[in-house]
């Protein structure tokens, strides 16, 4: 019998990113005389992020990017997330996307840790009532204490990662994208990170994390897509994609075996 076939709900077809480099014009005479040479350069001068893309999602996996600074991992989150739009290249999305993808992103810094628990959900979508009925459990898994009613422009790094991730991990998310959100906070805090993602994979959440993490990329996801340079160098189980990986970094680490579950802490 055969297996029925599933439904990508992110799929990247042949998806290509550039950037435009703006350079210093100098001087409008030299500009002018030489128009056709100043705008084949303007024209020309492109920064690639992403080179001919292609992989797919499917509902209720857990999917990990990885690559050095630079790769362009940054870059596929946020064509994700709908903030950016390909050069070349087609990304579809299918579901509600709830994005973590940068510290304090969407938050109000004189606002309260209270006060844009309730902005950020309205922004998602919620009604106040709805979003009422969360801000107790919100503030629950932040454990920020007395903070929660001070301004979040005195909150430190790790501060604004816990109610970041405790505004996104309760809103119901369909596909929740996170990057490098796990590596900051204390070793108690992006446990309870990990175990509350393990909860979202048990209830059918698409998670897409992009991360330097080794460890995190072993023991939460189903499957690895490896951006090197810009284009895809690897993509397939995570054990085996971060042997590589590492022994490309040329460092040594003790991954132990697929089953073990408990890798290096070592972020390249």
Not at 59 to 87: D, M, Q, R, W, Y
Not at 144 to 149: K, M, R, T
Request: contains cysteine; proline residues 3%; glycine residues 10%.
């Amino acid at each position: 019998m055969r297996e029925p076939v599933r439904e990508p709900v992110i799929s990247f077809q042949n998806v290509s990113k550039s950037y435009a480099f703006y350079k210093q014009i100098s001087g409008i005479k030299n500009f002018a005389f030489n128009l056709h040479r100043s705008l084949a350069s303007i024209r020309n001068a492109q920064y690639e992020a992403l080179r001919d893309i292609s992989f797919d999602v499917y509902k209720g996996e857990n999917f990990g990017i990885i690559g050095h600074n630079g790769a362009g991992k940054s870059t596929a989150l946020g064509l994700i997330a709908g903030v950016l739009e390909p050069t070349r290249g087609r990304v579809v999305v299918r579901g509600r996307i709830s994005p973590l993808l940068a510290l304090g992103a969407g938050f109000h810094q004189e606002l309260t840790g209270r006060e844009n628990i309730i902005l950020n959900g309205v922004l998602m979508g919620l009604t106040r009532r709805e979003i009422m009925t969360k801000v107790d459990e919100i503030i629950d898994f932040a454990e920020l204490g007395e903070f929660i009613d001070s301004p979040i422009r005195v909150y430190s790094r790790g501060m604004l990662a816990r109610l970041g991730f405790a505004v996104v991990a309760s809103l119901d998310p369909e596909i929740l994208l996170i990057d490098e959100i796990l590596g900051v906070g204390d070793i108690r805090f992006q446990k309870k990170c990990q175990e509350k993602m393990l909860n979202f994979k048990e209830s059918g959440v698409t998670l897409l994390l992009v991360t330097h993490s080794i460890a995190s990329i072993a023991k939460l996801c189903d499957r690895v897509l490896w951006i090197e340079d810009h284009v895809v160098k690897m993509i397939g189980d995570p054990y085996e994609i971060a042997e590589q990986y590492c022994k490309a970094a040329g460092v040594e680490v003790d991954l132990g075996t697929p089953t073990q579950g408990t890798l290096s802490t070592t972020s390249l």
